[in-house]
């Protein structure tokens, strides 16, 4: 796909279908596994099936890297834009939203973080305080399967249930399509070690690969094999695509592809730098991966941004901190509390959070290896690209669309009420008249 870069796009950008130059024919699957035009099966104004396509990674400057037939086919049949996503830019948090339609400071999904009351640095989880579109569905007597994407687990999915019901086959893309199809061809799949075959094919199916995130964590986001990565992932798109075909719901199924952030690389550590800024200060600062020392006044916590937690004489130092720390020439931002609820991010990040330029990391040592890698958590990756094509979508792309979003304009296009936490909305400008409730 011929697009300007993540770099070049104001952030929520609408690009429209016809504005779109596409490498591949207009409207044609050039793939051998897709042959027939995306229309050329009329859609209906309602979905009766919405499938979910969820890249982790899915950084929008890789669309410039090779010819994406089958995006370009969803494009041209329906609308492509850039939608925001969370801060900071990490996918337990983001996908958290994206099922459930919340911010962070609502669902409580954080990672990265520091707990001044257990001493202890909290990693990535999957807790939820928030409903999620699975739950919805399920609630409202849908039917649903989720192939590792995995907010949803036991959070409206589980393992074992056939009409909710969660897989997570591991591999690549291709083997979790291979699982997608197979439940869609209603095939019995491996689900938490039971083989299970739904009753009907599903009214919501998610599909979640996170192959371009491991791609882009190893080798940046520059990697030689991401183009190679991108066809590929295309490739099993179409054959998704053409799957709804063979079992004869093309017609009424609504596409959603998307990811929850992009990628960014970093080779230069500036660690040093920030402990330097700090003791001039007169504090003590500590680079924290699981306790904190007794004498640490500056906690500093990272996971592609660096939280910032202030404790003991530090305490009511934050502007002193954030002048000494954005005077570093390789910080990017550094946010206060108030920028951070503006942000819609969780309290737990800290006092702080600075993010980094590009190629610079908050590390006191290089990247191992090669002295490369990607790197995620900033505003930098905080754009995403958004497909909708299919049942229930017209051609106008949504204006200023948000990960908090997709949640309702799921359970629009499927005429459900949206999760009850939701802070987002029904992009309504981008699908037909006929959806909501019914």
Known sequence: MSMPTRRGFLTGAAVVAGSLVLPSAANTVA???????????????????????????????????VDTPNLDALAAAGSFTVMDGTFPTISNPSRASMSTGAWPEVHGNVSGVWDPVTNKVQGQDRFLSAETIAQVLAGSGRTLASVQWYMVQNFGATYGDPDHLYVQPGGTIGQRTDVAINILNRRAVNSGGQQ??????PDFLAVYSSDLDALGHAEGDDAPGMAALMTEHDRQLGRLIQATKDVGIFADTAFIVTGDHGMSTWST????????????LGYRAEFVTTSASPDTEVVLVVNGVLNIYLRGRAVGAERRIKAAIGRIPEVLNVFDRKALNSLHASDKLGNLVAEAKEPYGFSTTPPAGTGIAGVHGTTREITIPLFLAGAG??????RHPEIVDIAPT?????????????????????????VGPV
């Open 31 to 65: 793939n051998a596994a897709v042959n027939t035009p995306l229309t050329a099966t009329k859609t209906t104004g309602r979905a009766k099936h919405v499938v979910l396509v969820d890249w982790d990674g899915f950084d929008p400057d890789y669309l410039s890297l």
């Open 196 to 201: 299970v075959a739904v009753p009907k094919i």
């Open 393 to 398: 979508v017209g051609q106008k792309a949504p």
């Open 410 to 434: 799921i359970a629009a296009l499927l005429g459900t009420r949206a999760p009850a936490d939701s802070q987002g909305r029904v992009l309504r400008e981008a699908l037909r008249t006929r």
């Open 269 to 280: 550590p500036i660690g040093d730098k920030v402990l330097d800024a700090v003791a001039g």
